[in-house]
Nanobody, 120 residues
Framework: QLQASGGGLVQAGGSLILNCAASGFSSDDYAVAWFRQAPGKEREGISCLASDGRTMYDDSVKGRFTISGDNAKNTVYLHMNSLKPDDTAVYYC????????????????WGRGTQVTVSS
């Protein structure tokens, strides 16, 4: 089971940290990714953390967002800086065995989303 949290309302230029807590399995063995879905748009992959520590970012967030993991807490974080109104979306975390991918179909396990709203 995955639980995403940490969303909220923030002004443009601000920061948020999203948490993805895993239970029932060890995030050490899985790739964990963050996706987001804005109203009227398709779900898009924005970042992934592989079990070997490698990371992947979509160009839209590269340089602003950082993904990291805490194996002891079985939690993956998404540090979001320099937020823009275009970052407004429901954010989801997902996990699966295998390498990193920003393709939603690569993931079998999904958490409930957390809303991020960036005001201008």
């Amino acid at each position: 089971q995955l639980q995403a949290s940490g969303g909220g309302l923030v002004q443009a230029g601000g920061s948020l940290i999203l948490n993805c807590a895993a239970s029932g399995f060890s995030s050490d063995d899985y790739a964990v990714a963050w996706f987001r879905q804005a109203p009227g748009k398709e779900r898009e992959g924005i970042s992934c953390l592989a079990s070997d520590g490698r990371t992947m970012y979509d160009d839209s967030v590269k340089g602003r967002f950082t993904i990291s993991g805490d194996n002891a807490k079985n939690t993956v974080y998404l540090h979001m800086n320099s937020l823009k109104p275009d970052d407004t979306a429901v954010y989801y975390c997902a996990a699966d065995l295998g390498g990193c991918s920003l393709w939603a179909r690569a993931y079998s396990y999904w958490g409930r989303g957390t809303q991020v709203t960036v005001s201008s």
